[in-house]
């Protein structure tokens, strides 16, 4: 609202992390941002539904209401596959039978009758034509980065390595002449590729004139429990000590450049089919597989509606899933891509394998070249030599000042409450999820059909907040726990 009052256009929804909802014709209409980063979730069995942005709050609704809750015994056993496939969803089903998570290509529209219907939206947008796209958004991301940095409200950071993603924000940074503005962050340690990463971080900062900073900065800050919880429990199950930064402290990292190279190639066989099947003996169960591969399967017809056959089903899966759950997660903004360039970049270049680096080179030789000329952690991300789709230098426009549409509205404002800070402050977060834990190991009921279904009772070496600490994806079992415990229906199956 506070956009549309200052703008004569109207609102498309664009790259981001938001809901997006408007009335039309006495009917709301409610989806995702383009990329799926933020979340909706339906409940739908017989007459009753609920749609909600959080998982924890929407089963807490049905609960309220009495809406029966089923486990889905597919979801359960699924939690033994880990990596890129199984750390969330592997489909649109989850935990439980009457919710799903919506495509970020559909659209639920709610009629004043309440009655609901789903809608497909054009995932493509734009001419599709490559140069053009890569042109206009380097232009508005460009302007974007600008008028946010030079907003005294914001303080920016940006990471920095020795390989390719994280130089795209960087370049853009040093083309705007902004570096003064921003401070670049290496991760600290002794490692071998840690001290090559720096060692190359310094030969960027030193052509620049960024400040380089060693360490994290301090400001980081632990969810508090309820907000770990609405935000990721039965989500990403992979369990680590969740941090914010507050709004003001904005970080730009090069995570999103993983949408634009096959991250699933070391197990992805040449079908969904193959592909499920290869991980038939991390299931416990003949039923438990049986769902499993139903729920995969129509998923992967579905993907096959959201985008290009270029694309391909593992790519499809990844961009739906993977990176909507680990990489969205931060709910950082982030200057990578837009609709139209993926789809410029989806016709252009169907993605064969892990290494393709094309784009970035692209993006970094229009920005700042020079970047092009530092040397880079790994042989294969220099692709100077095999790489010769850009072959003139448009000029880039000088960027517009733009808007910051960031009022005391909670629509826009991600101000999460946070725990102290201090080498301690994770402490508080992790006693309430053990406390949750101690309770919850108590219910007979749903110990007994989690190990009926092969999940390990990882759950009884937990005493102390410290032992949660490095779980990892150890954590899993306990996250179907404590959602079953707090939300299985005494109307479920047994």
């Known amino acids: 609202m506070e956009r549309n009052q200052s703008k004569t256009t109207r609102f498309e929804p664009e790259e981001g992390n938001y809901i997006f909802g408007e009335f039309v014709e006495n009917k709301l209409t409610l989806r995702t941002d383009p990329f799926g980063n933020c979340k909706l979730y339906v409940y739908r069995r017989d007459e009753d539904w609920a749609i909600s942005d959080s998982y924890y709050n929407l089963l807490s609704f049905a609960k ?70 890569l042109v206009d958004f380097l232009n508005k991301a ?6 946010w940095i030079e907003h005294p409200r ?49 030969e960027m900062v030193d052509l620049v004139g960024f400040q380089h900073l060693h360490a994290f900065p301090s400001f980081s800050q632990t969810l508090t429990f309820e907000t770990w919880r609405e935000r990721c429990l039965g989500l990403y199950p992979v369990f680590f000590v969740r941090s914010d930064y507050p709004f003001s402290q904005q970080r730009l990292t090069g ?31 003949e039923a438990g597989f049986s769902k499993a591969k139903r729920d995969f399967l129509a998923t992967c017809e579905e993907l096959q509606t959201g985008y290009f056959a270029g694309v391909g089903i593992a790519n499809a899966h990844y961009r739906s899933f993977r990176n909507r759950f680990h990489f969205a997660q931060d709910m950082s903004l982030e200057f990578y891509s837009s609709r139209e360039f993926q789809h410029a970049f989806d016709k252009l270049c169907p993605i064969q394998n892990d290494d393709f680096y094309s784009i970035y080179h692209d993006m970094i030789r229009l920005l700042y070249p020079q970047f092009l000329e530092v040397r ?31 009022g005391n509205h909670p629509e826009f404002l991600f101000e999460n409450p946070v725990e102290k800070k201090g080498k301690l402050r994770a402490v508080s977060l992790c006693a309430d999820i053990v406390e949750n834990i101690n309770e919850a190991r108590e219910n007979r009921r749903i110990v007994d059909m989690l190990l009926a279904h092969g999940v390990e009772d990882t759950w009884s070496n937990i005493h102390r907040p410290e032992d949660l600490f490095s779980l990892g994806r150890k954590f899993k079992p306990i996250d179907l726990l404590l959602v079953y415990h707090e939300f299985f229906s005494s109307v479920g199956q047994d």
Request: net charge negative.
């Open 142 to 147: 460009r302007s974007r980065m600008k008028t």
């Open 64 to 133: 309220e209401q009495n809406f029966q809750l089923t486990p889905n015994i597919g979801h359960i056993e699924a939690q033994r596959i880990g990596g890129m496939m199984g750390d969330q969803f592997i489909s649109f089903t989850t935990a439980f039978e009457e919710v799903r998570l919506l495509p970020q290509w559909q659209s639920v529209e709610i009629s004043s009758e309440n009655q609901v219907q789903f809608h497909t939206i054009a995932l493509y947008k734009g001419s599709g034509e490559y140069m053009p796209s």
């Open 255 to 285: 995570k999103t450049g993983e949408l634009y190279r096959n991250q699933y190639r070391k197990f992805w066989k040449d079908t969904a089919m193959d592909t499920i099947d290869s991980f038939r003996s991390k299931f416990h169960t």
């Open 376 to 406: 880079f952690d790994s042989e294969e991300k220099d692709f100077s030599q095999h790489w010769s789709h850009l072959t003139s230098h448009p000029a880039l426009d000088e960027p517009d000042e733009g808007q910051v549409f960031a």
């Open 154 to 202: 914001f303080t920016v950071s940006s990471d920095i390595t020795g390989g390719i993603d994280s130089r795209v924000p960087l370049a853009m940074i040093a083309n705007l002449g902004l570096e003064a503005s921003v401070s670049v962050l290496s991760k600290p340690g002794d490692s071998q590729q840690i001290t090559l990463d720096r060692e190359i971080s310094s």
